[in-house]
């Protein structure tokens, strides 16, 4: 069972990044998906997420209108794709799967209810 992250790289203010998630061992369409970052510094904190099937879609307020979630059952894949990027998304992403159906918007980000976690992909923003 592993999830891979890919997608991450440098690019200035402004640009996009489309970062995918890569399930292997397990077939995502049982299982919500989140995206995760973490800033030099600063705690893991909850980016977007995507509900069993495709089903409901979150973002943290910081990202809303810039960042899309969106699956590909047939590939097994997650995509993040973020656009109008900002030197303070600057971080490490993860993705990480949560075979829990009830989260919703209160509870998306609670880190314990995910229970595979994929390594992380950097990606910094340039002012």
């Known amino acids: 069972v592993q999830l891979q992250a890919s997608g991450g790289g440098l690019v200035q203010a402004g640009g996009s990044l489309r970062l995918s998630c890569a399930a292997s061992g397990f077939a995502l369409d049982y299982y919500a998906l989140g995206w995760f970052r973490q800033a030099p510094g600063k705690e893991r904190e909850g980016v977007s997420y995507?509900?069993?099937?495709?089903?409901?879609?979150y973002y943290a307020d910081s990202v809303k209108g810039r960042f899309t979630i969106s699956g590909d059952n047939a590939g097994n894949t997650v995509y993040l794709q973020m656009d109008s990027l900002k030197p303070e998304d600057t971080a490490v992403y993860y993705c990480?799967?949560?075979?829990?159906?009830?989260?919703?918007?209160?509870?998306?980000?609670?880190?314990?209810?995910?229970?595979?976690w994929g390594q992380g992909t950097l990606v910094t923003v340039s002012s």
């Open positions: 995507i509900g069993v099937g495709g089903g409901a879609t």
């Open positions: 990480a799967a949560s075979g829990e159906s009830l989260l919703d918007d209160s509870t998306w980000t609670d880190q314990s209810e995910y229970d595979y």
